[in-house]
């Protein structure tokens, strides 16, 4: 006797599922579009709802800095997933520069720390129930400039930092159930992966490329592959760690 098709929802939530925050453009849409190229079903929280719209992914506006909007965000993808098995923090505000210390505002300090760290926070917080039931694993996304630094990066830097941080806390405190990650990318063109009306192409100089050991500037899907192999199963017995995708360049001595 033939056997009768699952259910349509039985069979969507036996599916691996991933959400990616700051997932509508850059480092964040290029690993949404591999994980789903690798059979996850994805979603995506973002601020901008213009670029989540032509994400063309399951998409949630929101602010992860605020946890009422977490919490939502958190039970709308469970629902509409079904289940929840990997978690990436991407979300952060892209510019590193926010000018000398002595003029940096609190309110600027605060917002970058709220939108890049407590948004991982956050996220994790409500999201770790369900991680835990799926054995899933978490993503973080940091800075190499969590290493080293350019003048008047401190809120950016601070950031970045408390990311490499608290991946090797979530770590301890969520495993066996969940491992905990975190890549710190340095250069990375994501100018081709912005939504429609800032995209562009951007022609770099052979020295931009050359400078880097590897020959080249990073790309996104440089970032995304790494991110898809510790979510992965091949990745079993890796947490905790910070892993640098920078073409070399941290480990580069430059002199003057």
């Given at each position: 006797?033939?056997?009768?098709?699952?259910?349509?929802?039985?069979?969507?939530?036996?599916?691996?599922?991933?959400?990616?925050?700051?997932?509508?453009?850059?480092?964040?849409?290029?690993?949404?579009?591999?994980?789903?190229?690798?059979?996850?079903?994805?979603?995506?929280?973002?601020?901008?709802?213009?670029?989540?719209?032509?994400?063309?992914?399951?998409?949630?506006?929101?602010?992860?800095?605020?946890?009422?909007?977490?919490?939502?965000?958190?039970?709308?993808?469970?629902?509409?997933?079904?289940?929840?098995?990997?978690?990436?923090?991407?979300?952060?505000?892209?510019?590193?520069?926010?000018?000398?210390?002595?003029?940096?505002?609190?309110?600027?300090?605060?917002?970058?720390?709220?939108?890049?760290?407590?948004?991982?926070?956050?996220?994790?917080?409500?999201?770790?129930?369900?991680?835990?039931?799926?054995?899933?694993?978490?993503?973080?996304?940091?800075?190499?400039?969590?290493?080293?630094?350019?003048?008047?990066?401190?809120?950016?830097?601070a950031t970045k930092g408390g990311l490499v941080a608290l991946t090797h806390a979530l770590a301890i405190s969520l495993g066996p159930q969940v491992r905990v990650n975190c890549v710190s990318p340095g250069w990375i063109d994501v100018s081709a992966w912005k939504k429609s009306k800032n995209r562009k192409s951007i022609r770099?100089?052979?020295?931009?490329?050359?400078?880097?050991?590897?020959?080249?500037?990073?790309?996104?899907?440089?970032?995304?592959?790494?991110?898809?192999?510790?979510?992965?199963?091949?990745?079993?017995?890796?947490?905790?760690?910070?892993?640098?995708?920078?073409?070399?360049?941290?480990?580069?001595?430059?002199?003057?």
């Amino acid at each position: 006797m033939a056997q009768k098709a699952a259910p349509k929802a039985v069979m969507r939530a036996a599916r691996r599922a991933a959400l990616v925050t700051g997932g509508a453009q850059g480092i964040g849409l290029a690993t949404a579009r591999l994980l789903a190229g690798r059979g996850y079903e994805v979603a995506i929280a973002d601020l901008d709802a213009e670029a989540g719209r032509e994400s063309g992914f399951f998409f949630v506006r929101c602010d992860v800095s605020k946890e009422p909007s977490v919490r939502a965000c958190a039970g709308a993808v469970r629902k509409r997933l079904g289940r929840l098995d990997a978690l990436v923090n991407n979300a952060g505000i892209a510019d590193p520069v926010s000018g000398p210390v002595e003029k940096l505002s609190l309110a600027d300090w605060n917002r970058r720390i709220a939108v890049g760290l407590t948004g991982a926070f956050l996220m994790t917080k409500h999201c770790a129930a369900h991680l835990r039931s799926s054995r899933g694993a978490i993503v973080n996304v940091a800075s190499t400039r969590a290493l080293q630094s350019e003048p008047d990066t401190e809120a950016y830097a601070a950031t970045k930092g408390g990311l490499v941080a608290l991946t090797h806390a979530l770590a301890i405190s969520l495993g066996p159930q969940v491992r905990v990650n975190c890549v710190s990318p340095g250069w990375i063109d994501v100018s081709a992966w912005k939504k429609s009306k800032n995209r562009k192409s951007i022609r770099h100089s052979k020295a931009d490329h050359l400078q880097h050991p590897a020959g080249r500037i990073g790309r996104p899907q440089d970032v995304a592959e790494l991110v898809a192999f510790l979510l992965g199963e091949e990745a079993g017995f890796i947490t905790g760690q910070n892993f640098v995708v920078d073409g070399g360049m941290t480990r580069k001595m430059i002199y003057v």
